[in-house]
T-cell receptor, first 116, second 113 residues
Framework: GAVVSQHPSRVICKSGTSVKIECRSL??????MFWYRQFPKKSLMLMAT?????????EQGVEKDKFLINHASLTLSTLTVTSAHPEDSSFYIC????????????FGPGTRLTVL | AQSVTQPDIHITVSEGASLELRCNYS??????LFWYVQSPGQGLQLLLK??????LVQGIKGFEAEFKRSQSSFNLRKPSVHWSDAAEYFC???????????FGTGTRLTVIP
């Protein structure tokens, strides 16, 4: 099946610094990628939809200036958490969709961000 | 608006016993339906999906799910659970015209020896 990777898998940073998370589709081209945030014992919250070559679409309540998304190629999307604070600590998961809007999404393994 | 309900937050079953995880959705048309499994600290793995056709869908790891339009349900089943099946299971719905998936709140499965 389709494989999506994320890097890094775990990152610890100081408050005020920025962190970049990469999401790659390894064996297929993904015109659309998604970024989710998952809180402990909770479901996934969609943060934004990333479209190759265009601006990301953010969900209501998600600060676009804080969570910068770039989808520079058909296999790579990046999420940069700018000026991170402890409340940004979370599990961030990306997914990539193969094919049509009704197609399933393939998820990366997630990135655990801890902001001290 | 579309929504997904997983009524069971936590289920415990004995190894070798059968399993059924419930999922109900709310949507005006036929949705695209998915089941994902998440092990602790990991991403989500697609177990199976339903788009159209046969309402009984076979997935990986011996799982199956049945789409019942009259009940707006897409329950996940496995005839004999293995200890390695212990994980969090998410039901998700995709709808026409929307890019993203809508997830249920998940059901945590515990398997006891």
């Amino acid at each position: 099946g389709a494989v999506v990777s994320q890097h890094p898998s775990r990152v610890i940073c100081k408050s005020g610094t920025s962190v970049k998370i990469e999401c790659r589709s390894l064996d297929f081209q993904a015109t659309t990628m998604f970024w989710y945030r998952q809180f402990p014992k909770k479901s996934l919250m969609l943060m934004a939809t990333s479209n190759e070559g265009s601006k990301a679409t953010y969900e209501q309540g998600v600060e676009k200036d804080k969570f910068l998304i770039n989808h520079a190629s058909l296999t790579l999307s990046t999420l940069t958490v700018t000026s991170a604070h402890p409340e940004d600590s979370s599990f961030y998961i990306c997914s990539a969709r193969e094919g049509s809007p009704g197609g399933g999404q393939y998820f990366g393994p997630g990135t655990r961000l801890t902001v001290l | 608006a579309q929504s997904v309900t997983q009524p069971d937050i936590h289920i415990t079953v004995s190894e070798g016993a059968s399993l059924e995880l419930r999922c109900n959705y709310s949507y005006g048309a036929t949705p695209y339906l998915f089941w994902y499994v998440q092990s602790p600290g990991q991403g989500l793995q697609l177990l199976l999906k339903y788009f159209s056709g046969d309402t009984l869908v076979q997935g990986i790891k011996g799982f199956e799910a049945e789409f019942k339009r009259s009940q707006s349900s897409f329950n996940l089943r496995k005839p004999s659970v293995h200890w390695s099946d212990a994980a969090e299971y998410f039901c998700a719905v995709g709808v026409t015209g929307a890019n993203n998936l809508f997830f249920g709140t998940g059901t945590r499965l515990t398997v006891i020896p």
